[in-house]
């Protein structure tokens, strides 16, 4: 089974940016798309992006789009989800999540979860 951990988040003025990290380990990370979400507290999670399994197509919520943006090396089993911009609404602690197939298949569910890494962004 693939397991996820998140990185890379923190306290950073609104304004500001963050990068954070999906580390996977396991074989199907890399024939897998991965999804971000994030959760603040007293909400209900929500989706936030998403990588193909060799990063040719991507989504983006409304809210984040022009702001973030996704990457991944599979060489080194990691995606990387650049935050600019940083909003305090962007607020939450956000996970990553292995896809069911290479291309996005939300509806199907998420086969593997990360622990999350907190972001809090100040005005």
């Known amino acids: 089974q693939v397991q996820l951990v998140e990185s890379g988040g923190g306290l950073v003025q609104a304004g500001g940016s963050l990068r954070l990290s999906c580390a996977a380990s396991?074989?199907?990370?890399?024939?897998?798309?991965i999804y971000w979400f994030r959760q603040a507290p007293g909400k209900e999670r929500e989706f936030v992006a998403f990588?193909?399994?060799?990063?040719?197509?991507?989504r983006f919520a409304d809210f984040v789009k022009g702001r973030f943006t996704l990457s991944r090396d599979n060489a080194k089993n990691t995606v990387y989800l650049q935050m600019n911009s940083l909003k305090p609404e962007d607020t939450a602690g956000y996970y990553c999540?292995?896809?069911?197939?290479?291309?996005?298949?939300?509806?199907?569910?998420?086969?593997?979860w990360g622990q999350g890494t907190q972001v809090t962004v100040s005005p």
């Open positions: 990588i193909s399994w060799i990063g040719d197509s991507t």
């Open positions: 999540a292995l896809g069911r197939g290479p291309y996005y298949s939300i509806a199907t569910g998420c086969a593997s």
């Open positions: 396991g074989r199907t990370f890399s024939s897998s798309a």
